[in-house]
């Protein structure tokens, strides 16, 4: 079992930045594979960003380029770094835990969220 804690959130700038931290609690939790996940008003839940125990990543094609994941598995902590920011990433931002494999893009497929994080974009 893991409990995962965001922080980071905030008001910004569009072309601002902004880091998001998802802390974790558990002996286990290098052995996970995590992930951010994003939810805007009336839409569903899409996958942003994942990293596996190892350290590779992947993530969505609206965000390369732009975002990076990261881990700190000696602080129980990954991190989402965002540059760049536009108007349309203003959503809740979810970290997420997948046990068995790599962050799954479904969201329903994972193990573990967090309560989020806002993030607002301002134009």
């Known amino acids: 079992q893991v409990q995962l804690v965001e922080s980071g959130g905030g008001l910004v700038q569009a072309g601002g930045s902004l880091r998001l931290s998802c802390a974790g609690s558990?002996?286990?939790?290098?052995?996970?594979?995590m992930g951010w996940f994003r939810q805007a008003p009336g839409k569903e839940r899409e996958f942003v960003a994942g990293i596996r125990w190892s350290g590779g990543t992947t993530y969505a094609d609206s965000v390369k380029g732009r975002f990076t994941i990261s881990r700190d598995n000696a602080k129980n902590t990954v991190y989402l770094q965002m540059n760049s920011l536009k108007p349309e990433d203003t959503a809740v931002y979810y970290c997420?835990?997948?046990?068995?494999?790599?962050?799954?893009?479904?969201?329903?497929?994972?193990?573990?969220w967090g309560r989020g994080t806002q993030v607002t974009v301002s134009s």
């Open positions: 997420a835990a997948r046990w068995s494999g790599p962050i799954a893009p479904m969201w329903r497929e994972n193990d573990h």
């Open positions: 558990g002996r286990t939790f290098s052995s996970y594979s």
